[in-house]
């Protein structure tokens, strides 16, 4: 039997390989922060945050100075999502496998990967406050192409009045193909092309309202609404560790085993940082 890649299987280049495409492309890893994330690899599943409390500024009336207590918050950042990934390699495939095989497997287990790594980020839409939050569960938006600009300049409009932009943040939201097509149709909307002198997050089709679009088809309708996010990079931090990939043989088959451990938390450590806009499924 001709020796095969998969007889020189070593796991460690694996994971770095895994690892290195896990950076890229993911729709919801450019629209967080990741600023805690050594502390998590340094010190296990959990972080304890500080935030630091606000500063007041008083007028200088007399030459008596009151100092105000500042009191910080805390919070815990949890790598509390546990994925794993097993397939199954048949000794009669192993004849005819090549470096580009590999490749594919890897690449099918990133696509996986960000699936729910997406769904799980954009389901923190349940952080957004009220005030920052565009139509109502009982009554969604109707987007069309007359009305989706000005419902996502509310959605902007709402970022600003919470101070959530500022100068050099650049503000995003997330959208699926659904309500794309109505976008692309829309006289407002400044497509990539029209701004290629600046730097645009990977995948964004352009900018509405300020607002960098990422389209996602992992934004999905949940009870016939849709929950389109908006933010910045402050809002949640994000934490991850691909923890290990290794092969074993199959006792029970001329096979080998393949499996990876993927572990993940994220926080939403602003939530003033976060828009939404609750938009009907049949938009």
Not at 42 to 48: I, L, R, S
Not at 87 to 100: E, L, R
Request: glycine fraction near 4%; aromatic fraction near 8%.
């Amino acid at each position: 039997m001709a020796e095969s890649t998969y007889s020189a299987f070593i796991p460690e280049i694996w994971s770095q390989k895994l690892n290195q495409m896990l950076e890229k492309n993911c729709v919801m890893l450019q629209c967080v922060n990741r600023n805690w994330e050594g502390d998590i690899k340094n010190q296990g599943d959990t972080v304890k945050i500080i935030t630091p409390a606000e500063v007041s500024v008083s007028t200088l009336t007399s030459d008596n100075i009151t100092y105000s207590s500042l009191t910080p918050t805390s919070l815990d950042l949890v790598i509390d999502q546990k994925k794993f990934f097993a397939f199954k390699i048949d000794d009669v495939a192993k004849v005819q496998s090549n470096t580009d095989i590999m490749e594919a497997h890897l690449n099918n287990a990133k696509k996986a990967i960000e699936e729910v790594q997406d769904s799980y980020l954009l389901g923190l839409h349940t952080d957004v406050p009220e005030e920052n939050t565009v139509g109502t569960e009982e009554l969604p938006i109707t987007l069309d192409k007359s009305t989706i600009y000005e419902n996502f300049v509310k959605l902007s409009l709402a970022l600003k009045n919470s101070n959530a932009v500022h100068a050099g943040v650049r503000p995003w939201v997330i959208i699926n193909p659904n309500i794309e097509a109505y976008l692309l149709q829309s006289p407002e909307f400044i497509s990539a092309y029209n701004v290629a002198d600046e730097t645009l997050r990977e995948g964004s089709i352009g900018r509405i309202a300020g607002m960098d679009v990422l389209v996602s088809t992992n934004l999905v309708d949940v009870s016939e609404k849709y929950y389109v996010l908006a933010g910045t990079n402050e809002a949640i931090t994000f934490a991850s560790q691909l923890s290990k990939i290794e092969s074993l043989r199959d006792k029970d088959s001329f096979s080998d085993l393949v499996r990876g451990l993927y572990l993940y938390g994220a926080k939403t450590v602003q939530p003033n940082a976060l828009a939404k806009m609750i938009i009907t499924a049949g938009a």
